[in-house]
């Protein structure tokens, strides 16, 4: 029986890391796999892990029908055992049912990695279908910390050093735009997410530099926009 898994996590909690190894350890047994992704941080068509690995991969777009690349490979005789998706986040939802069809009727298993919610806390579209279509959904065991120490469970994006929590769902990270800012993302606990308080913020708030807010009416939950 072949399975479709949805890894989830937030970012930095050494997802395509997991993604290559066990494309390394398919790959010692002597299988035959696709790999793809989306906006990898590396540039096109390759997955990399923030630990330095990369291995080439297919890049997917909007138009990317997965049952026709893959269906079109074994049509071509070559051997697909597997199939592993990075960045699974940035894939539509019919994208989604399309690796769920290859699992079903090409009895492929298809690993899919991804973030679930954006910057917002809000679900991303292809993170939604994985979690409403896998056999199985994992949450990743390497967990990313917030700067307070407890477990990072949302991403932040920080414009310009200041976390917002409006603006485009899919802005890829460290790049400049005269409409934007510099953008980066930081992880952080649900609490100082909702509570926008990113690292360089609760240093700002705190009264010396080696102390940090942790005392929660220092930072209190924002008014909704
Ligand atoms: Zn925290």
Same mark, same amino acid.
């Given at each position: ?35 793809? %992704?989306?906006?990898? @941080? ?5 997955? $990399?892990? &923030? !630990? ?5 991969? #297919? +890049? /997917? ?54 973030? %679930?919610?954006?910057? @917002? ?5 292809? $993170?939604? &279908? !994985? ?5 199985? #959904? +994992? /949450? ?65 708030? $705190? ?19």
């Amino acid at each position: 029986m072949a399975d479709l898994v949805f890894f989830s996590g937030t970012m930095d909690c050494g997802k395509s890391t997991l993604a290559l190894q066990i494309d390394h350890n398919q790959r010692a047994r002597g299988r035959h796999g696709l790999i793809f %992704t989306k906006l990898d @941080r590396a540039g096109q068509s390759v997955l $990399s892990s &923030r !630990l330095g690995l990369e291995t080439r991969a #297919v +890049e /997917v777009d909007d138009a990317l029908d997965f049952w026709d690349v893959v269906a079109g490979s074994l049509v071509q005789g070559a051997r697909v055992d597997y199939v592993i998706c990075d960045e699974a986040q940035f894939y539509t939802p019919v994208q989604v049912e399309q690796l769920a069809r290859v699992v079903d009727e090409l009895r492929i298993d298809v690993t899919a990695f991804g973030i %679930t919610a954006d910057f @917002r806390t809000a679900l991303f579209p292809g $993170s939604r &279908r !994985l979690i409403e279509l896998a056999d199985r #959904v +994992e /949450v990743l065991q390497v967990e990313a910390l917030c700067w307070c120490g407890r477990r990072a469970t949302h991403n932040a994006r920080i414009v310009d050093g200041v976390m917002v929590v409006e603006g485009e769902q899919v802005v890829v990270g460290d790049t400049a735009s005269a409409r934007e800012g510099l953008v980066e993302y930081e992880v952080l606990c649900r609490r100082h997410h909702m509570r926008r308080m990113n690292s360089a913020a609760a240093r700002a708030a $705190s009264p010396t530099p080696d102390t940090l807010p942790f005392d929660l009416d220092a930072c209190p939950v924002p008014p909704p926009l």
